[in-house]
């Protein structure tokens, strides 16, 4: 399937979405402020902070990094951190960033006026911080056993969930933390219509996948927004978890 993710303007988008300041993603005073800072909320609200320990030799692993700010928010509590997506243009600009710690970017005003920004990342440099192309339907065999597992709005953009679904138990290794948030906004151009999880009882249906290896141990409502031009947004609500690899 055609990847849909490759455009200048996309890029904007979702740098902004990452890395923006409040104020440039949501204009409006009486706008969905709740919506902001969701890569980072996605990491911040869900983890289990009480089952870490001192150790340096955590790992964690962000699928569907987009432009990487959770992956550089997991880097808090990670001594490794693997971000990976199936965008080139989104990889390269992570990638950029934990060379340069800042990319210069920009986001649509209205009509193809432009405005510059400049997204900046924030993390220690002696963390190991790294981004890769890869399709989170067929991850690389040689990814397994992270002590941490996020993967933010990202189940409902694959062809075939199914296929992650199965790589979940070597991902996260017994004991480990997978922070999934979805919106569940199924649609047949990115997922065929046989290979939804769910309809209108997709939460029922996630618990159902990820058993007898996860235990569900948190539920959030995680909104966020994402915005197109300064008078249009995407206003989404996700359903953020936080499961226990047993076994």
Request: hydrophobic share 35%.
């Amino acid at each position: 399937m055609e990847n849909s993710y490759e455009t200048d303007k996309l890029l904007g988008e979702y740098l902004l979405f990452h890395y923006g300041q409040d104020e440039q993603l949501m204009p409006w005073k009486d706008g969905p402020h709740n919506g902001l800072r969701f890569p980072a909320r996605t990491v911040h609200e869900l983890i289990d902070l009480n089952s870490l320990s001192s150790s340096t030799s955590y790992r964690a692993f962000d699928v569907g990094c987009s432009v990487g700010r959770s992956t550089f928010e997991l880097s808090s509590f990670y001594n490794e951190v693997i971000g990976c997506d199936l965008s080139e243009s989104f990889i390269s600009a992570a990638s950029s960033l934990v060379k340069e710690n800042e990319l210069s970017y920009e986001y649509l005003e209205e009509g193809d006026l432009y405005q510059s920004a400049v997204a900046k990342a924030d993390f220690d440099p002696s963390k190991q911080i790294s981004f890769l192309v890869a399709d989170a339907c067929s991850l690389p065999s040689d990814l397994n056993g992270f002590d941490l597992v996020h993967a933010a709005n990202l189940i409902c953009r694959l062809p075939d969930p199914a296929l992650f679904f199965n790589r979940l138990p070597d991902l996260v290794k017994p004991g480990g933390q997978l922070l999934l948030a979805t919106p569940f906004t199924w649609l047949k151009e990115y997922t065929p219509r046989e290979n939804w999880i769910g309809s209108g009882d997709s939460e029922q249906k996630l618990v159902e996948k990820l058993k007898p290896y996860f235990e569900l141990e948190k539920k959030i409502e995680l909104p966020f927004v994402i915005r197109e031009h300064r008078r249009k947004f995407q206003y989404s609500v996700s359903l953020g978890t936080r499961w226990r690899r047993v076994g």
